[in-house]
């Protein structure tokens, strides 16, 4: 081929959008970090326990995925999916991420957790009926049954005194306990560094999840593509109606971290809507179906039904691109956007965390040796996000009593 040919090849395949020129093999690929030579052990060490959580994690989503696999289901659904692509296909922004309402009536509860009033915090539960509706019109019915999903919720935690910079944390899939996360991403001393707190409960989780679901974010798979993708778009748009209410509350700005599925969200939120001040996602998710691709035994069951239904891999990340940060521009600045990633993640392995920091040019990538859910060295990342943070959205009134780790 000559020179201009060449040329002219890489033009056209600038243009590609990723779920076509990303490899479709890309989940088998080799991946390197930092981390791996400095920490040799440690990363082949949380790794292993990796592969051990995530089979158990592949079980549950496989058994919540698989009405949708036999014949009349997935007819079901390969009739949806053209929709989904066409809005990916436009890229939109505003005809995906539909914005809400600018005044949902939002209820405060107060909650006495006596760990929290320790240190000081008031706390509310939040809750609002969620206007969402289903982008799909074939689906908006079927989803708005799900009664116990549109009803939103958040734990706020506040200093009482004055609105102030907010933390807006997004949990993992399945993992929507608020003492967890407190726990996991040491949000208590976050709150002691002068900043408010707001836990957002994805849909389908916590008290959203239905009657008889067998474990919490069932719903968010149970009937299929579709209504994943819709639960996604409903997440944004809630999370979009949580600033609206801490905006009206008065807080000098906010921004967002989260983690896995949480750290999807952070993510695509970036793209989205620029009042965010930083956006900081961990272990974050970025092309779903390539990372169950390599999640036994979801991938066993996924892989041969994938010709049987006449769809590749390129298909289905078109199916579920309308809502991966992927396809969309930061609408807040390079400098702004931190992602943290573990060198032993094989939930979302550092190929991913480098995919998503390649699509961010200038943003800060920082690995840390540990898994997906043991974060080694976490402390360093910690007060990483902490000087990050203080850098986006400076206390103009901070406290006398700030502490370090």
């Known amino acids: 081929m000559t020179e201009a040919a060449n040329t002219a090849a890489d033009s056209a395949g600038a243009s590609l959008p990723w779920w076509e020129t990303l490899p479709a093999d890309y989940h088998r690929q080799p991946q390197d970090t930092p981390m791996d030579q ?4 440690k990363v082949a060490a949380t790794a292993a326990v990796d592969y051990a959580l995530r089979t158990g994690l592949a079980t549950a989503v496989g058994a919540a995925m698989l009405p949708n696999f036999g014949p009349r289901g997935l007819a079901r659904e390969k009739a949806l999916y053209p929709f989904y692509q066409g809005m990916a296909d436009r890229r939109q922004r505003d005809e995906v991420f539909v914005a809400p309402p600018r005044h949902i009536p939002v209820t ?7 760990a929290l009033a320790g240190i ?34 958040a734990q706020h935690w506040t200093h009482g005194d004055r609105p102030r910079r907010t933390l807006i944390f997004v949990h993992g899939y399945s993992l929507d306990a608020y003492w967890i996360n407190s726990q996991m991403f040491s949000l208590r001393w976050f709150f002691r560094q002068g900043w408010d707190i707001v836990l957002f409960t994805l849909p389908f989780h916590g008290k959203r999840r239905g009657r008889f679901d067998p474990f919490s974010g ?22 979009r109606i949580v600033m609206n209410h801490l905006e009206d509350q008065g807080v000098p700005g906010m921004g967002i971290s989260g983690l896995s599925l949480g750290g999807y969200l952070t993510a695509l939120l970036a793209s989205v809507d620029d009042r965010l001040a930083f956006a900081i996602p961990n272990a974050a ?11 036994p035994p979801l991938s066993t069951v996924l ?34 956007l931190l992602i943290i990633a573990g060198a032993g993640d094989r939930f979302t392995a550092p190929r991913y965390q480098t995919l998503l920091h390649r699509h961010w040019p200038g943003s800060q990538l920082h690995w840390f040796p540990g898994n997906h859910v043991v974060h080694l060295h976490q402390r360093e990342y910690l007060r990483l996000m902490r000087n990050f943070m203080d850098r986006c959205l400076p206390d103009e009134r901070p406290m006398a009593n ?3 780790m």
């Open 120 to 153: 000081g915090a008031t706390v509310h539960q939040l809750s609002f009926d969620s206007p969402y509706e289903a982008l799909h019109p074939e689906v908006r019915e079927d989803y708005a049954r799900r009664r116990r999903n549109l009803r939103a919720q």
């Open 402 to 404: 700030r502490s370090d």
């Open 218 to 239: 069932y719903g968010y798979f149970s009937q299929g593509f579709a209504q994943t993708s819709e639960a996604m778009l409903q997440s944004i748009y809630e999370l």
């Open 38 to 41: 400095a920490h040799p052990f």
């Open 285 to 295: 998710v970025v092309s779903p179906v390539d990372m169950i691709m390599e999640w």
């Open 303 to 336: 892989a041969p039904v994938m010709p049987l239904a006449g769809l590749t891999i390129q298909d289905l990340r078109h199916i579920s691109a309308l809502h991966s940060p992927l396809t969309w521009t930061p609408l807040i600045a390079p400098e702004r």
């Open 108 to 114: 405060a509860e107060p909650q006495h957790i006596p």
